[in-house]
């Protein structure tokens, strides 16, 4: 199998993409064999609020990606949410055309209420399809909360997706998703208030030191205008990291690494200690040698 996905087998792709979904064992073994097979691939994480054109502009910007012959997977965060109810089936629909292309390869990863361990099973899924050859992985995430401002931490390039009409509602916009953006884009351009939104962010970040030069880009995703533009904002953004890869990849892994220790213990483990320690018939310092002695044993 892992022959195969190195060499950029669909089915074995396919096959090793469903191992990680369920979790199932062996996905840890796979994965191990396929790390040093990775890092080869500009993940770019688009984030944002529900309807803002998401998967929209993921679509034209796949298109672009096919027209140079780039190798590509896709990657769809199911949120779960009552905002997007039926939403993931048009983004099938919309895909559809996709599926009869070879260098496509596209998936959605569900939280099925275990949000927890999102940012560990797209960074799996990215790194599956990164060691199969993908050059470029596009990850959508609805931006409302903690879990997706961890999904967006894991990309090389976070697009943070808005539209005209939020007004001051940009104010409202998670602080957390703001700073994790590399490029802006305001979609729905052809709406009223696109100007007007742009001014806003303008101010917005140029009150911030780390956000200060980030692009902002006008885009009409519906009718395929401003895609080159923002693709081009993308690879500027990540050109100018590329000189410090520790920068992307030391916090990805930071958060991979404590996601995995934290699997080690289950949930249900910590509030049998936690009941413990409120009946104080231990200390939370025990407790934590405890586990980490257990943790050791396997
Ligand atoms: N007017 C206008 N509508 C657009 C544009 N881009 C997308 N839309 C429409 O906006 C709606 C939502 O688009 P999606 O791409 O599904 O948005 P999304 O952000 O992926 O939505 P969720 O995944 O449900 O959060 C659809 O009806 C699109 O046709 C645009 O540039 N202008
Ligand atoms: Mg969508």
């Not at 990680?20 to 500009?42: M, Y």
């Not at 880009?217 to 590329?242: F, N, Y």
Request: a neutral charge; glycine letters at 10%.
């Amino acid at each position: 199998m892992l022959e195969r996905i190195l060499a950029g087998d669909e089915r074995a792709l396919a096959r090793a993409a469903t191992l990680i979904e369920n979790r199932a064992s062996g996905a840890s073994d796979l994965l191990r064999q396929l790390f040093p097979h990775t890092g080869h691939a500009l993940i770019t994480g688009i984030t944002g609020p529900p309807g803002a054109g998401k998967s929209t502009l993921v679509d034209q910007l796949a298109r672009c990606y096919r027209a140079e012959k780039v190798p590509l997977g896709i990657i769809a965060v199911d949120p779960s949410s009552p905002f997007s109810g039926g939403a993931l089936l048009g983004d099938r629909i919309r895909m559809q055309q996709h599926h009869d292309d070879s260098g496509v390869f596209i998936r959605s990863m569900a939280t099925r209420g275990n949000a927890g361990g999102l940012a560990r099973g797209t960074l799996d899924m990215a790194l599956l399809m990164d060691a199969a050859g993908k050059r470029a992985i596009l990850v959508e995430t609805v931006g409302v909360g903690q879990d997706e401002v961890e999904v967006a931490r894991l990309a090389d390039v976070t697009v943070v997706v808005l539209v005209p009409g939020m007004g001051d509602d940009v104010q409202a916009i998670k602080a957390g998703i703001m700073e994790v953006a590399d490029v802006f884009v305001i979609n729905k351009a052809d709406l009223p208030g696109a100007a007007r939104l742009e001014q806003e962010l303008r101010a917005m970040i140029s009150i911030s030191p780390r956000a200060a030069d980030t692009p902002i880009v006008q885009t009409v995703a519906g009718e395929g205008k401003g895609i080159a533009e923002c693709l081009s904002a993308m690879r500027e953004v990540h050109a100018r990291k590329k000189s410090d890869p520790a920068a992307t990849w030391l916090p990805r892994l930071r958060g991979m690494l404590r996601e995995r220790l934290l699997e080690q213990l289950p949930e249900a483990e910590l509030e049998k200690a936690a009941r413990e320690v409120a009946n104080r018939t231990t200390d939370p310092y025990t407790v934590v040698d405890l586990m980490l002695a257990q943790i050791k044993r396997g």
